[in-house]
């Protein structure tokens, strides 16, 4: 199974769940991301308020970074799944 192939979330009740799981964690932080830019550049029309401003983009500009490492080990769980279960079947079979 390679990474990010989209049988690797079907494969059983299991990877489903994990995938599911990474999706909502996944939009949260796109949301809290989206909010932190929000806050921020409304704050950004008060020159008192500037500063909490930078910070929001600054929290903001983190979390959208840390959405593709959240796609990238969720793909590596997933994949990591699917070979335990080619290893249990191996050792059925012997």
Known sequence: M???HHRN???NAETRRVYALFEIVYTLVDFLAALCFIAGSVLFF???L????TWLFLVGSFLFAAKPSLR???EVKLWRMGRDDTLAERLQQE
Do not use: K, N, P
Not at 50 to 53: E, M, R, V
């Open 2 to 4: 390679r990474l990010f």
């Open 9 to 11: 979330r079907e494969r």
């Open 46 to 48: 008060y020159d008192s």
């Open 50 to 53: 500037q500063t909490a401003g």
């Open 72 to 74: 990238l080990a969720r």
